[in-house]
């Protein structure tokens, strides 16, 4: 089991940047890929962007080329940066985990309960 803190939420305007951290525990952080999630008030939560323990990363549509997730296995740490930060960004954004063995097809990556681990979630709102 992977316990999950995240951190770096917060208010910010349009066009601005945010960057939020997850802080894992456990032994299997190396091995575990580390996704980002997001949900939004009255919306289901949605993928936004993930990395598996080696290096590889998914990117939704709309995080592409705006949102960085990187991981540091020293720290047990993933980061996602996001820049030109829009309004429709604004949602509690969780951090997860998974055993790369949950992921056979890549597919798997974007569902949310192929993941075991979840943080409590921070907030992050964009103001227009």
């Known amino acids: 089991?992977?316990?999950?803190?995240e951190s770096g939420g917060g208010l910010v305007q349009a066009g601005g940047s945010l960057?939020?951290?997850c802080a894992a525990s456990g032994r299997t952080f190396s091995s575990s890929a580390m996704g980002w999630f997001r949900q939004a008030p009255g919306k289901e939560r949605e993928f936004v962007v993930v990395i598996?323990?080696?290096?590889?990363?998914?990117y939704t549509d709309s995080?592409?080329?705006?949102?960085?997730?990187?991981r540091d296995?020293?720290?047990?740490?993933?980061?996602?940066?996001?820049?030109?930060?829009?309004p429709e960004d604004t949602a509690v954004y969780y951090c997860a985990a998974g055993r790369d063995?949950?992921?056979?097809?890549d597919s798997y990556y974007y569902r949310h309960n192929k993941y075991d681990d979840w943080g409590q979630g921070t907030q992050v709102t964009v103001s227009s």
């Open 1 to 5: 089991q992977v316990q999950l803190v």
């Open 19 to 21: 960057r939020l951290s």
């Open 52 to 58: 598996n323990s080696s290096g590889r990363t998914y």
């Open 63 to 70: 995080a592409k080329g705006r949102f960085t997730i990187s």
């Open 73 to 86: 296995n020293v720290k047990n740490t993933v980061y996602l940066q996001m820049n030109s930060l829009k």
């Open 101 to 105: 063995y949950r992921f056979l097809i």
